[in-house]
């Protein structure tokens, strides 16, 4: 929905004005043009958000099974509290054994996910605050190379 929504309040006027800005003959193909880059932006966004997601997960899933360990002494403790639960709820040994496997792992894939999310959206933050920075440096890189071309130095 916002993307969608970010897609109509930005990139339609966009291309509107673009369209308008350039000559009668060439307003098709500035139109197709305007469309053509939308989808190539898409389509690459997509692929970078795949990409950074699946990165992000792996090195998460990385660090979290060299902290995973036997010789770890709190995931016995874990693991024999959620047992205790399940007994204590009128389970018997075996069903309090495997639920609490399956338990241990659920809390595991969600906790995965929450730092992979957590590292995505901090990499999402430092790419557009680089974009933020460039757009606002921009006319003032333009301006000094302008000068630069006339040969003269400005300091």
């Given at each position: 929905f916002i993307y969608g929504l970010a897609t109509g309040a930005l990139f339609v006027p966009?291309?509107?004005?673009?369209?308008?800005?350039?000559?009668?003959?060439?307003?098709?193909?500035?139109?197709?043009?305007?469309?053509?880059?939308?989808?190539?932006?898409?389509?690459?966004?997509?692929?970078?958000?795949?990409?950074?997601?699946?990165?992000?997960?792996?090195?998460?899933?990385?660090?979290?099974?060299?902290?995973?360990?036997?010789?770890?002494?709190?995931?016995?403790?874990?693991?024999?509290?959620?047992?205790?639960?399940?007994?204590?709820?009128?389970?018997?040994?075996?069903?309090?054994?495997?639920?609490?496997?399956?338990?241990?792992?659920k809390l595991i894939k969600q906790q995965l996910f929450a730092r992979a999310v957590r590292d995505y959206y901090d990499v999402m933050f430092v790419v557009l605050l680089c974009v933020i920075i460039a757009l606002m440096l921009l006319p003032r890189i333009r301006n000094v190379v302008l000068k630069l071309r006339k040969n003269n130095i400005p300091y």
């Amino acid at each position: 929905f916002i993307y969608g929504l970010a897609t109509g309040a930005l990139f339609v006027p966009i291309v509107f004005f673009t369209a308008s800005a350039a000559p009668q003959g060439m307003a098709l193909y500035a139109s197709l043009l305007g469309i053509f880059a939308r989808f190539v932006g898409f389509c690459s966004s997509i692929a970078l958000n795949n990409q950074l997601q699946l990165y992000t997960k792996g090195a998460i899933h990385e660090k979290l099974r060299e902290t995973l360990t036997e010789t770890n002494s709190l995931i016995p403790s874990v693991w024999q509290d959620i047992q205790n639960t399940y007994i204590n709820a009128g389970n018997d040994m075996y069903v309090a054994k495997n639920a609490s496997a399956f338990l241990f792992n659920k809390l595991i894939k969600q906790q995965l996910f929450a730092r992979a999310v957590r590292d995505y959206y901090d990499v999402m933050f430092v790419v557009l605050l680089c974009v933020i920075i460039a757009l606002m440096l921009l006319p003032r890189i333009r301006n000094v190379v302008l000068k630069l071309r006339k040969n003269n130095i400005p300091y």
